[in-house]
């Protein structure tokens, strides 16, 4: 059979559609420079002062057309025959197992050595094609192995539950097994299914000899597409874009229009319908990221409070927004409580978590991955990390800074945002900080003061709450990267926390120093990788002269003792990354440098025209945006990137006066509200769009989405299957879509939410 058609990728239903990140029209590039959009200054009469001549005809975009999701009667979805001895996409997940698979002598071959611990601990897999409900298929294909045993076939969904569309328990053994099964696709179309054959252990086969599984004729048939459901593309995102959440009455407000045609706005007010102000948009500039024409508008002048619409001719209506003080009060408070939410080895309350509190979770002491001797830790506590239930020192740090920074440079010290600690005289954000400090001085080895990696089961479990993951915990090898990490945010907090709580600063700068001891001692070790048994989150990092950098500077503005100053000026004539993010930390020790008083000033003004440096390239690149934003890399957690880019341009702002920092700070949180290629507000709960499938274990095992959690957002590399499937072609600025099974786009962290916690408390 020849290799797998496309033509039967199947049918997006409606439900599905409806969250994806939509398909923009492509329109013919244009090479207009931008121009400054004005208000018209028309006059009246009228005490109204509002001359409205009433043409504001709008259309709605059509539904492009997409053959990629068009049943073909007798085609194939799987039409794979090896006879080139090509594996055509097929690979492999263990969960214990010890195997492989090549394409030998015109088939698959698995030579399988260990079991592993589960029935799919050797899994064989192929992803990219799709079905459609109501459609008939056939699955077919050859198997045999050379020791009788059982294995298991499924075509199944690609994410949460993983339950299958269709399956078979089957025993095979020397004599080719010929699979022949025809079903009908009665779940709701999906786009990026998985087929999968499990070859782990089973009842009556827990020990097998090594042996050989040979498959070969896979087919999976559209046997009948009369009845299958039938989409002719994906709808198109909003073409009139704003920050959903809404501007303070001083902001400078824009509006998007993703369409070379409109030439004017009017700003309503929602209550009254009244035409509040009339626009003018930039001239037509094509944007690469989008795929499309854009115009920009400007309606500054608005300053009223209120609820306001944007209709845009010709492209119709925006979501509403509000003008006003206090705007971002509710949402800011979900954002801050997401940490909360996402706290391990405690009992959340039902009266500030609500549908998602639980009750205290891996609270199993763990082993340490290797160690024969069988001692175990306590390291309960701490944050899950992401939509999975690892913890992990590297992202865990880089969120514990920025929410010390929040409270360090912008004073905030609310006590009252209701977390059990609100109300005892210590800032809440602090309280929530501490709570992971206090986790990730448990990862220290006594003995040596290294810091393990992290803790979390050897692979991720399913889509179920916290509590009911009972697996055995690990501890991950200690490495360079995250005892670097530690002993920079311990030297930090032993700063930060000593007028709350002299002996947890002093315990905190001790465990500081004593990681530091152990960098000297490992500096040529090697950037942290898995063991094979340890499928959860890698955080790998290569490149450590950064968080070198970084450890030294803030034990030397902890303590001021001359050997943290030699090591940190010979640390600043590195090569260091100099960002924000998990990997590349270096931002974090020059900004602190920098801003200091009363340390060394040759190493407090090289830091500074370091950091001035990345900030003046950062606005410039803001500046020439046609969105203002910082980046035009859509990649996995690009959402990130923009609030980090928020982030540095407030930092700036401290370090020189220039009022373009704040504006374009502002422009990153407008963008992540929805000022952006798909019209979405990117945070969980808030906007008239916003994520309502994220890929969150806590979500999707009660079937909502908990609120205030940032997703990745646009991903133009289409990182899993279900984003490969549906956002193929698409622009990546558009390249987003909400759905769980895209872990790509879709899932959240802590290290997403604290550095918009930083912007949103710049900002506010």
Known sequence: MKKMKQTVAGI?????????????KTADKQDDSTETATGLDAATTESAGIVDDGDWVTTEAALP???????????????????????????????????????KDGALQADITGLGTAEHGCQIYFDGFAMANGCVYRMSFDISSTVERKVQWRIQLNGGDYHAYA????????????????????DISDPAPRFAINAGKYEGYESLPSHTITVDNVSLFVEDGSNAEVITGCPVPIQVKVNQIGYKPDDVKSVLATSKDDEKFKVVDVNTNETVYIGTYSTSAFDASMGTSIRMGDFTEVTTPGTYQIISSPSGASYEFEIGDNLYDDIYKDVVLMFYNQRCGTELDASISGDFAHPACHTQEATVYGDSSGKTYDVSGGWHDAGDYGRYVVPGAKAVMDLMLSYEDFGFDADDIGIPESGNGVPDILDEARYELEWMLKMQEPSNGGVYHKVTGFTFPGMIMPEEETDPMVLAPISYTATGDFAAVMAKASVIYRDYDAVFADACLAASEKAYEFMLANEGMAGFKNPDEILTGEYPDGGMTDETLWACAELYLAT?????????????????????????????????????????????QTAKTKFLDVAHKKLSSCKNSHVYIGTDIYAWGSNMTVAGDGMLLLMASKLEEDPAYLEYAAKQRDYIFGFNGTGYCYVTGHGDLSPQDTHHRPSQALGKTMPGMLVGG?????????????????????????????????EITIYWNSPLVYLMTGLM
């Open 12 to 24: 997006l239903v409606a439900a599905i559609m409806c969250t994806m990140a939509g398909c923009g």
């Open 65 to 103: 057309d997409s053959k990629r999701f068009t049943i073909v009667d007798g085609s194939d979805a799987i039409g794979i025959d090896f006879d080139d001895n090509d594996l055509h996409g097929f690979t492999t997940f263990a969960e214990g197992g010890v195997f492989n698979i090549a394409a």
């Open 167 to 186: 399956s078979e328990y089957i025993e095979i053994g020397p004599e080719p097994t010929k699979v022949d099964y025809v079903f009908t696709m009665e």
């Open 560 to 604: 001021g003792e001359e050997s943290y100053l030699e090591a940190t000026q010979t640390a600043l004539d590195a090569k260091f990354n100099t960002g924000f993010g998990w990997a590349g930390i270096g931002g974090y020790a020059l900004y602190d440098l920098a801003k200091a008083t009363g340390i060394n000033s040759s190493v407090s």
């Open 714 to 746: 646009a991903n133009e590399n289409l990182e899993d299957p279900y984003a490969a499937a549906v956002l193929y072609g698409r622009p990546g600025a558009l390249a987003y879509v909400d759905n769980s099974q895209s872990f790509s786009c879709n």
